[in-house]
């Protein structure tokens, strides 16, 4: 039961982190628009690699520091509620500013350029790094197994596989992209109070 429970924070985590705009999403989000799908495929691919070598460096080092450093555990549990409760403000804060307007996208390229591209910039993200180094170890039990660690990172991949397969095959259509631009506010806003509640309901956790 504990492991179902890791693997589903861990894909709840994710859902919240993957599916919040941000540069990742924009790269797929402006190929997906103003390029063909095929390139935006290609960019979404390398934007789920970059997220599993993010999630897979955070988990994998977990276990081995914890049983180190207990402490570690709980100072990374309270770290990463306030940096859940800082980013939901954030994405509240910005929800009414549009997404940035960019000139038509050549349609020229390859299949592994549009990758790198994805790739890159989701490597590029700090913000990536302190997400899952913050959220996802949170979500590991002091304890966890190698296979667990392993499930848990799968659970990351599938998840973002999901969500930017959408984004593509949704978005690479005029009228879903124009819709997305005029409701941009309240997609972002609910992301914001999701990552928000997420937040406050792990300090009222470590509390009590």
Known sequence: METLIAIATVAAIACLGIMSPGPDFVAVTYTAVTGSRRSAAAVAAGVVLGNGIWAGAALLGVGALFALFPSLFLLIKTLGALYLL?????????????????????????????????????????????????????????????????????????????????????????????????????????????????GLRQLLARVN
């Open 86 to 198: 800082w980013l939901g403000v954030g994405l509240l804060r910005s929800a009414r500013k549009p997404l940035p307007e960019s000139g038509t996208q050549s349609a020229s390229g390859s299949w592994l350029g549009y990758f790198s591209k994805g790739l890159s910039t989701t490597m590029a993200n700090p913000k990536a790094a302190i997400y899952y180094a913050s959220a996802l170890s949170s979500a590991a039990p002091s304890n966890a197994s190698f296979l667990l660690l392993l499930a848990m990172l799968a659970a990351v991949l599938v998840v973002a596989t999901l969500w930017f397969s959408v984004v593509v095959l949704v978005l690479s259509t005029p009228k879903a992209s124009a819709a997305f631009r005029r409701f941009k506010v309240y997609f972002e806003s609910l992301f914001g109070l999701l990552l928000v509640s997420f």
